[in-house]
């Protein structure tokens, strides 16, 4: 039976050939193929949506401390390629409406919510995205799944998804039981089954398994009929699914 093929969502931008999170990863995942990518984002200080996974810039750039505690303005005076290689100095940590600018409009953009900031974050992130034009592009997901479920009461249009580690029962009756509409599951990618994603599908649910960077897995998601497939390696994938 001929399985649908996945798309390819660069994990960071393209994380595994690029600092993280910055414009040049993103760009980089784009240039590579993906036809999506995966972003985190946290507030600053002044009210600001800025792309970084931790929610310090100790371990990604040049400088130290939270990023809730510092402006935007601090911010943008640091570096965050250096610390990956010599060749990506003077990327700087992005605003997530610059990578809005870089990724072509019907892509699709994943952001993953790391902290609510007491509420903040969906409310300046909603306001974001309704300005955007793009809420159609864009599924925002999170480990936090109060947050998930107080999104889609916010923004009804909004696309939503489960984000989680745990290899649950039954996925699809989680979902079922936050009592919202849930676009998409992202569970992480080892213990995912054909039977998972059937059923899944099923309930009409897009499935999006992390961080997968092997090529053994990357066949076993492909047979499942997962959706897309986050991945550090956009090129990898690429190559493998033209080889099929
Ligand atoms: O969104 C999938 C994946 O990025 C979740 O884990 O730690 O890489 O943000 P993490
Ligand atoms: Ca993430």
């Known amino acids: 039976m001929q399985t649908q093929h996945p798309i390819i969502i660069g994990h960071r931008g393209a994380a595994g050939e690029a600092p993280e999170n910055t ?9 590579q193929g993906a036809q999506g990518i995966e972003l985190d984002v946290h507030l600053t200080k002044d009210g600001e949506i800025v792309v970084c996974h931790d929610p310090s810039v100790d371990r990604t750039t040049n400088g130290s401390g939270l990023i809730m505690n510092q402006s935007w303005g601090d911010l943008k005076a640091l570096d965050a390629g250096l610390w990956f290689s010599e060749a990506y100095t003077g990327e700087r940590i992005p605003l997530l409406r610059e990578v809005f600018e870089l990724v072509p409009r019907g892509l699709l953009i994943n952001v993953e919510v790391k902290h609510a900031y007491e509420g903040r974050m969906e409310k300046v992130l909603l306001a974001f995205l309704r300005e955007s034009g ?4 864009v599924v925002i997901s999170s480990f936090d799944h109060k947050v998930i479920q ?6 009804p249009e909004a696309k939503v998804g489960l984000l989680y580690a745990a290899n649950l029962i039954n996925h699809a009756a989680y979902a079922k039981q936050l009592g919202v509409d849930v676009h998409s599951l992202h569970p992480y990618h080892h213990g995912i089954e054909h039977e998972d994603v059937a059923a899944a599908n099923a309930a009409g649910l897009a499935t999006y398994p992390y961080t997968v960077n092997e090529i053994a897995d990357y066949k076993r998601l492909i047979a499942c009929g997962v959706t897309g497939i986050i991945t550090d390696y956009p090129a990898r994938l690429k190559s493998l699914l033209q080889a099929q």
């Open 23 to 31: 414009l040049a990863s993103f760009a980089l995942a784009l240039e």
């Open 134 to 137: 793009r809420l159609a592009d």
């Open 150 to 155: 107080r999104l889609k009461q916010q923004e």
